[in-house]
């Protein structure tokens, strides 16, 4: 089964300092794995994923993920935070085949201290 | 397109009574997840349909719940009889059978068992 831990359920930084978010994960496959930020009172929208091919990937709002099979990670991180940036980032995993069920992390909730 | 759309958006209702939530999916999408999160235990996946069929349901959980997927452009969740612990935000997501495919998520509909 597939499994997904994101240390830390509150981070604080500082507006302009590094976002550090951290996931670990598990399966027993190839992973595809993703973060997703969500905002008060909406649902969840995609910031970026890992397929296939290079292990770093680039999303919206100037994040950026890379995978590390050796560690098991897929730590989110961006280099100067600014203060739309306050929102709860949730990583998740799916198989990369079969029915690609996707499990989500508990979620991270990101405050931006001005 | 106009995305997910899940109705109600808010519903409170008392201990015992019947509750339905319902889901429009994107036209042409071939999943369809619904998924319960609450503080305590963030996004849990309940069940997901591929082409309208239930491919797991193991995360229901107990028989008060089910869903159903009639067509390819509706689903509801069902609760019944409802209790204060089913109290949640329930989402509802779709996505195309693409691998890796990015999950569309409706704004979810709040409830609150009294």
């Known amino acids: 089964a597939q499994s997904v831990t994101q240390l830390g359920s509150h981070v604080s930084v500082s507006e302009g300092a590094l976002v550090l978010l951290r996931c670990n994960y598990s399966?027993?496959?190839?992973?595809?794995l993703f973060w997703y930020v969500q905002y008060p009172n909406q649902g969840l929208q995609l910031l970026l994923k890992?397929?296939?091919?290079?292990?770093l990937v680039k999303g919206i709002n100037g994040f950026e993920a890379e995978f590390k099979k050796s560690e098991t990670s897929f730590h989110l991180t961006k280099p100067s935070a600014h203060m739309s940036d306050a929102a709860e980032y949730f990583c998740?995993?799916?198989?990369?085949?079969?029915?690609?069920?996707?499990?989500f992390g508990i979620g991270t909730k990101l405050q931006v201290i001005p | 397109d106009a995305g997910v759309i899940q109705s109600p958006r808010h519903e409170v209702t008392e201990m015992g009574q019947e509750v339905t939530l319902r889901c429009k999916p994107i036209?042409?999408?071939?999943?369809l997840f619904w998924y319960r999160q609450t503080m305590m235990r963030g996004l849990e996946l309940l069940i997901y349909?591929?082409?309208?069929?239930?491919?797991?349901d193991s995360g229901m959980p107990e028989d008060r719940f089910s869903a159903k997927m009639p067509n390819a452009s509706f689903s509801t969740l069902k609760i019944q009889p409802s209790e204060p612990r089913d109290s949640a935000v329930y989402f509802c997501a779709s996505r195309y059978r693409t691998a890796g495919g990015e999950l569309f998520f409706g704004e979810g509909s709040r409830l609150t068992v009294l």
């Open positions: 998740a995993v799916s198989d990369s085949g079969g029915y690609q069920k996707v499990t």
């Open positions: 399966s027993s496959v190839p992973p595809y």
């Open positions: 036209s042409g999408h071939d999943y």
């Open positions: 890992y397929t296939t091919g290079a292990t």
């Open positions: 349909f591929n082409n309208n069929v239930p491919i797991d």
